[in-house]
Nanobody, 127 residues
């Protein structure tokens, strides 16, 4: 039974930092990419970042690169998203998702086509 659980959201002031965690179970962690998406009220869900456990490579949305660090702990089956210098426009519900690694993983990430999804965790950045 595949499960993904995102946690670590909260209220933070602009300029602050948060680390989100996505804990997983039920699939071969090393063969999957774990992605982060976010959705603000009234807006479409957008891709943020992913970590491909198969080749240990990160991907970041271009506009957010520089403020994010995505990492993976294989022993804990957990992927982390460190967010620094947070801005009010980063406020959203953040979701994690998983997809089997393939040559199409980047395209599937951008298309929001990852196979498994977890519940979200709310991030609120105050100005």
């Amino acid at each position: 039974d595949v499960q993904l659980q995102a946690f670590g959201g909260g209220l933070v002031q602009a300029g602050g930092s948060l680390r989100l965690s996505c804990q997983t179970s039920g699939f071969n962690f090393d063969d999957y990419a774990i992605g982060w998406y976010r959705q603000a009220p009234g807006k479409e869900r957008e891709e943020v970042s992913y970590f491909n456990n198969k080749d240990r490579s990160p991907y970041y949305q271009h506009a957010l690169k520089g403020r994010l660090t995505v990492s993976s702990d294989r022993a804990k089956r957990t992927v982390y998203l460190q967010m620094d210098n947070l801005k009010p426009e980063d406020s959203a519900v953040y979701y994690c998702a998983a997809d089997q690694s393939s040559w199409m993983v980047a395209e599937r990430f951008i298309m929001k086509a990852f196979q498994y999804w977890g519940q979200g965790t709310l991030v609120t950045v105050s100005s």
